[in-house]
């Protein structure tokens, strides 16, 4: 099957008893045994559910992936490959420039339970091969980067991994599959917060893994069931449901995206413009030849910093000042006091997250309308 295909009928096929076209929504937390020790493939939900199932199967065919599994949140899939796979004194190699929370969760969390973390420059294989160790055991990227949109280069950093003995996990959710399947590059596991794009319209939240080999699969899996966090039925549905549409949003938000690019890149009240399809993108020539397309967030840097930060964000009409991203609607955030607030302020500013940085996801509005809220808080 084609993508498009996929994203309507993969895990999806229509109910074997009523012949509901839609999954239904399991609503239960126990099954009924036949015998002792006979069950009909199910026993308790958060061991497995018909619903997320299929939800799991979706995204192992959408990445090209042989498993899948689902979770509460982004960062509970997060939890459970550093938990699921990683021991005291094993090391990590980390892409420097990477959505707050999931700093937090190698600083706060994991650096406390035993875990080496290092970070590398995003945009160089170099540097990713320079801090590898004898110890390292997973080697973890964000491709385009949350919250500065650069690009990894997920062929030449899956082969340091591998060379070394270790894995490779890419955040895609900024791509989505739609436009990047790391799996097909050469990484051994794929993480979504499926409470961004893939759900589509900020009402769940959900996190997804796509995972390549069996026994990686089979240990995650065993770490979900025990830890238990788990998505309830009605949250896979939705996130099913999201998913089903994401091809046209992510055309709809890719093209919106790409004029915002455009209109920021030529207003004097900007300093600077990160979005991989501009050709004055440093990574703009490696997101042509890894994506199929250079997707819909956006993020500018303020001439007059965080005073002109506040008088932006207060003259927005249609972007919301909001967390999170990959909505139908526009939202705008202010990466140093939200989404990376966790990073110490002097690291924040080593990676470029200024007073001034904006980050933006243009939503599918019509973009007439979108152009002129940007104006009007520009001005």
Not at 80 to 97: E, M, R
Not at 186 to 193: C, E, F
Not at 274 to 298: C, I, K, N, T, W
């Amino acid at each position: 099957m084609k993508f498009e295909t996929k994203l309507i009928h993969a895990g999806q096929a229509a109910d074997k008893q009523t012949g509901s076209v839609n999954v239904p929504i399991y609503q239960t937390s126990t099954y009924k045994q036949d015998a002792i020790g006979k069950d009909r493939g199910w026993e308790y939900s958060r061991s497995g559910n018909p619903t997320r199932q299929a939800l799991e199967d979706c995204i192992a065919a959408l990445e090209g992936a042989k498993y899948g599994l689902a979770f509460a949140s982004g960062l509970a899939a997060e939890t459970a490959v550093l938990g699921g796979l990683l021991k005291k004194g094993d090391h990590v190699v980390a892409g420097d420039d990477l959505y707050g929370g999931t700093y937090r969760l190698f600083e706060k969390v994991f650096r406390n339970w035993g875990l080496e973390i290092s970070y590398a420059d995003s945009k160089s294989p170099a540097a990713f091969k320079k801090a590898m160790r004898r110890n390292t055991r997973l080697v973890w990227a964000e491709t385009p980067t949350n919250p500065l949109l650069n690009i990894t280069d997920i062929a030449a950093v899956a082969e340091i991994a591998h060379k070394a003995g270790a894995l490779l996990a890419v955040d895609n959710t900024f791509a989505t599959p739609y436009f990047q399947r790391p799996i097909e590059l050469g990484a051994d596991i794929v993480v979504h917060s499926s409470t961004k794009y893939l759900g589509g319209h900020s009402d769940v939240i959900g996190g997804l893994l796509a995972i390549k080999d069996k026994g990686v699969f089979e240990t995650v899996k065993f770490y979900q069931n025990a830890a238990g966090a788990v998505p309830g039925p009605w949250d896979a549905w939705l996130t099913l449901r999201g998913i089903k549409t994401l091809s046209v949003r992510m055309k709809a938000h890719e093209a919106n995206a790409f004029a915002v690019a455009a209109f920021l890149a030529a207003h004097k009240a900007i300093a600077k413009v990160h979005y991989p399809g501009l050709e004055s993108h440093p990574g703009h020539a490696l997101a042509d030849r890894q994506m199929d397309g250079f997707g819909g967030m956006v993020s500018f840097e303020l001439e007059g910093g965080r005073p002109a930060a506040d008088k932006f964000f207060k003259k927005l009409k249609i972007f919301t000042l909001a967390e999170s991203l990959g909505g139908v609607e526009s939202l705008a955030c202010y990466p140093e006091t939200m989404t990376h607030a966790a990073i110490p302020a002097k690291d924040r500013l080593k990676r470029g997250i200024t007073p001034g940085l904006v980050r933006l996801s243009p939503g599918i509005e019509n973009l007439d309308d979108l152009i002129e809220d940007l104006e009007r808080a520009l001005k």
